[in-house]
């Protein structure tokens, strides 16, 4: 039978992670990973959430099962963290194992609610947003995200979605969007807000990069606009970059639903999916984040160790722009100073990005993303140089 398995693409990510692992070259520098690193290269478990585990630990005295949408006080927490304390009576949580596994409970019960939606995507976006919505049956589109100079491309998203139906879905990146980290300024989040709600069409938001970007509140700002033009939407919770809880798979579906009969449905089916997929989501993780959340100095230590984690990567993104401008003699790096996130995408062809691997181990992703909290204040200058050797070259 398992002979039968039709050939599948291959994750580049992956693939580039298998050939950085085997290139003996010790000054190789990887940029594809899609995880935060401090200045000596770790990725480290935040000191409040290795306190809370420490305190689970210690106090958890049963491992039983909890409930198909994981525990109340994780929903509440990490509601009020979104989306603020007055949204929580509003909205309908379902815990799930990661971000992933919330983009997936979206479009399962996208296909239970509305079959003949399509989902909107931003062009470029992160490819498993369309691998996730495919495998789940739903039909997928595409609108402009990025202008050719670099900005949020109001105009084009606009004019895409415009073939857009009422009731359709539309993905939007909530901060940091990945891969390019241009993210709408706060006039065009108004703007957007008000142009979906006026369609009729259904915000999906991505959150997994929740402050990274301008900071916490100023990261959660654009949700509370959605919520507060669109009746519905749908927030998917990633806490795996927030927390630094990645392999623990901790996320969460929000469901904003203001009446109370659709979102009792609402909870409802999303147990119901739970239930099917994996019954009890993973809870640990989850538990160790509630806690961080509901003790102030849990919370204040958190806040301090996250905000370091995005003044590092801005402090980054600044030196870097700065280097390429000075080694590569042009301004098209620019606007990686401005950008947001773990991601930027430097623009270059893939021959250029075939050489930076070959001739200098540097690796990078197929598309020119780079993962800026990759690198360190040393390697910034010779990786100028490397990219201005293969452009000049
Ligand atoms: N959305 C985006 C845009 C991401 O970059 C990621 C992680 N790379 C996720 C969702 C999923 O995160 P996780 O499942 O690890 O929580």
Redesign the pocket.
Known sequence: MFSALPDLPEDAILRLMALYRDDPRPAKLDLGV?VYRDADGRTPVMGAIKAAEQRLCDTQDTKSYVGLLGAPDFAAAITSLVLGDDMAARTACAATP????A?HLAAELVAMAAPGAAVWLPDPT?PNHAGILAHCGRSVRHYRHAAPDGRFDAKGMAEDLRAAAPGDVVLL?GCCH?PTGIDPDADEWAALAAGLAERGLLPLV?L?YLGFGAGLAADAAPLRVLAAHCPEMLIAV?C?KTFGV?RDRV?ALLAVAPQPATRERTAAALAHLNRLNFSFPPDHGARAVTLVLEDDGLRVQWHDELEAMRRRIAGLRAALAAGLRQAAQTDQFDGIAAQRGMFSRLGLKPEHIRELRDRHAVYLVGDGRINIAGLTDDVIPTLCRQVADVLHR
């Open positions: 899609g990661g971000g992933t596994g983009l992160w990146h990945n991505d997994a990633s795996s990645y996320g």
